[in-house]
C-alpha cells in the first residue's frame, strides 16, 4: 500500500489523498492536489530543498557519512585530499586517481599576481582575513573568465580544482596582510594542510615544516568541516549556483553565509565564553547563570544532532594529540570542567544538548597558533570541496531557479502624493 495522508478541507468538504514519497510530500504533488495552499517556513526547518547523494545525517542517532562513508572511518585512516575527490567524484579514487587529483590541486595552488598585488594588497591595513578571502573568492571569476561555461565538463573540472588549491593560498595571504607579514608562495612539495601552515607562518627559513602531528590534526579538522549537508553556507551555494553563475561567485555567496556568526562563528564563541568563565572555580557559577536563562552555553546543542555530535568525539581524540605537541590550552580545563557539569545535569540532559563539533575545535585552533579572526577561513577551506559537491550535483539534476514564496504582510493598495502634501 503507497503510503498517504488524507486531508479534508473544511472549506468545502473536500477529502484529498497526499501522496508520501521518501517520508514526505513533493510539492508538485501537492500544488496539484490542494492548488493555492502552500506552506510557511522560515528557515526551511520542513522544507527539502534538494535530493542530495552527497553527505547522510542522522541527527537522533549521531551519524554522518560522506558518500555512505562513517566520518569516523574517515577521519581515521583517509586524508582530506582524498575526502575532497570523494565528495566531489562519489567513489573513493584508485592510486592513479589520487596521485593526478594531488598533482593537479598542488600544481593550482598559486595565484595570479595580480590578485595579490593590485586586489588583495588594496585593503585597508586591518581588513578583517574572512572580509578578504570572500572579496578574494569572488575576484577570481574575473581572473578566469571561462568559468561562467559551467556546462563545458572540462571548464568545470578545472575551476574546481582551482578553488580547492587556492583557498589555503587566498585564507593564508589574508592573515599575513592582517598581521603585516610577506606574502608566502606556495611550496609544492608539502602536503596541503602543511603548505597552508608554512604560508601562515614561515619566516626566513628556506623551508617551513610544520609539525607533522599538528599538520595531520589540521588534516582531520579539514575531513570533518568538508560538508554537513544542507546547511546555511552550502544553501546559499545553491541558490547562488541555481541562477547559473560561474562558481566563484557562487562560491564566494558561500563564504559570506559562513561568515555570519551563527554559522562559522561558533569556536569563537566558545573561545570568548570560556575566557570570561576563566578559572573552574567559575564553572558552576556560569552553569546556573545559564540555566536561569542568562546566555547559553556555547559549542552545546545542534539543530539537527540531538545526541553527541559524532564529529565532537573525534575532536576530542585530536584535540589531545596536538595538546601533546604544544601542551595544553589553558582553557581546556575549563571546557573539560564545563562538559562535565552540562552532562550530569537534567537542564541539560532533558534539552538534549551535547557538545558540538565547535566545542573543541576552537581549543584546537588557538592551540597550534592560529588568531581567532582566522577560524571561520579555516572552516571555509575544507568546505569549498562540500560546496562545489553540492554544486556540480545541482547543475546535473535540476534546472529550476531557486525563488522561494513569500507571505506578504505589507500595506493594501495606497495611492502617491506628492511629497508637498505629505
Ligand atoms: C545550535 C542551536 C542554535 C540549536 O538551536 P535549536 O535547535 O533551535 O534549539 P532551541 O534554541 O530551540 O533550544 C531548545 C531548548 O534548549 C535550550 N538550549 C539550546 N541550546 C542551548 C545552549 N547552548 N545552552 C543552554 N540552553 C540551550 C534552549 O534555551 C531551549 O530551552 P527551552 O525549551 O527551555 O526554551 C543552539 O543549541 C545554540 O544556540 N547553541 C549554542 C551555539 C552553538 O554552539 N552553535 C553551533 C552549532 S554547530
Avoid at 601552515?197 to 617551513?208: C, N
Wanted: with cysteine; charged share 20%; glycine share 6%.
Amino acid at each position: 500500500m503507497p503510503e498517504s495522508i488524507t486531508i479534508t478541507d473544511n472549506r468545502n468538504g473536500q477529502t484529498v489523498e497526499i501522496p508520501i514519497e521518501n517520508g514526505g510530500v513533493a510539492a508538485s504533488a501537492w500544488s496539484k492536489l490542494l492548488p493555492g495552499i502552500w506552506f510557511y517556513d522560515p528557515g526551511f526547518t520542513s522544507t527539502a530543498a534538494c535530493e542530495s547523494g552527497v553527505t547522510f545525517l542522522d541527527g537522533e542517532a549521531g551519524i554522518l557519512r560522506y558518500r555512505g562513508y562513517p566520518i569516523e572511518e574517515l577521519a581515521e585512516r583517509s586524508s582530506y585530499l582524498e575526502v575532497a575527490y570523494l565528495l566531489l567524484k562519489g567513489e573513493l579514487p584508485t592510486p592513479a586517481q589520487f596521485e593526478e587529483w594531488r598533482r593537479e590541486i598542488t600544481h593550482h595552488t598559486f595565484i595570479h599576481e595580480n590578485l595579490r598585488k593590485r586586489f588583495l594588497e588594496g585593503f585597508h591595513y586591518d581588513a578583517h582575513p574572512m572580509g578578504m578571502l570572500v572579496s578574494a573568492v569572488a575576484a577570481l571569476s574575473t581572473f578566469y573568465p571561462e568559468a561562467k561555461n559551467i556546462f563545458d565538463p572540462e571548464s568545470r573540472e578545472k575551476q574546481i580544482i582551482r578553488l580547492i588549491a587556492k583557498m589555503p593560498t587566498l585564507a593564508a595571504a589574508a592573515h599575513r596582510f592582517y598581521v603585516g607579514m610577506p606574502f608566502v608562495y606556495p611550496d609544492n612539495s608539502l602536503g596541503f594542510a602543511a603548505n597552508f601552515l608554512s604560508m601562515m607562518w614561515k619566516i626566513a627559513e628556506p623551508r617551513f615544516d610544520a609539525n607533522p602531528a599538528l599538520a595531520h590534526a589540521l588534516d582531520v579538522l579539514f575531513i570533518l568541516h568538508a560538508d554537513h549537508e544542507q546547511n546555511c553556507s552550502t544553501t546559499a551555494m545553491r541558490v547562488v549556483g541555481s541562477s547559473h553563475a560561474d562558481p566563484y561567485s557562487a562560491c564566494a555567496a558561500a563564504c559570506s553565509a559562513l561568515y555570519g556568526p551563527r554559522h562559522g562563528g561558533a569556536n569563537e564563541a566558545v573561545i570568548r565564553m570560556l575566557t570570561d568563565i576563566g578559572s573552574i572555580d567559575h564553572v558552576d557559577d556560569f552553569v546556573a547563570a545559564v540555566k536561569r536563562g542568562e546566555g547559553r552555553l556555547q559549542g552545546f546543542g545542534h539543530r539537527v544532532y540531538k545526541n553527541y555530535d559524532p564529529r565532537a568525539r573525534i575532536i576530542n581524540r585530536t584535540a589531545d594529540e596536538v595538546f601533546e605537541v604544544t601542551g595544553k590550552n589553558p582553557l581546556l580545563d575549563i571546557a573539560l570542567k564545563l562538559e562535565e557539569r552540562a552532562l550530569s545535569d537534567e537542564y541539560f540532559t532533558s534539552r538534549r544538548l551535547y557538545p558540538n563539533v565547535d566545542f573543541y575545535s576552537g581549543l584546537i585552533y588557538q592551540a597550534i597558533g592560529f588568531p581567532i579572526d582566522m577560524f571561520p577561513a579555516l572552516f571555509a577551506i575544507p568546505r569549498t570541496s562540500g560546496w562545489l559537491a553540492h554544486w556540480v550535483e545541482l547543475l546535473d539534476q535540476e534546472s529550476k531557479i531557486a525563488r522561494p514564496r513569500q507571505l506578504y504582510a505589507g500595506e493594501a493598495e495606497r495611492h502617491y502624493t506628492p511629497i508637498g502634501d505629505r
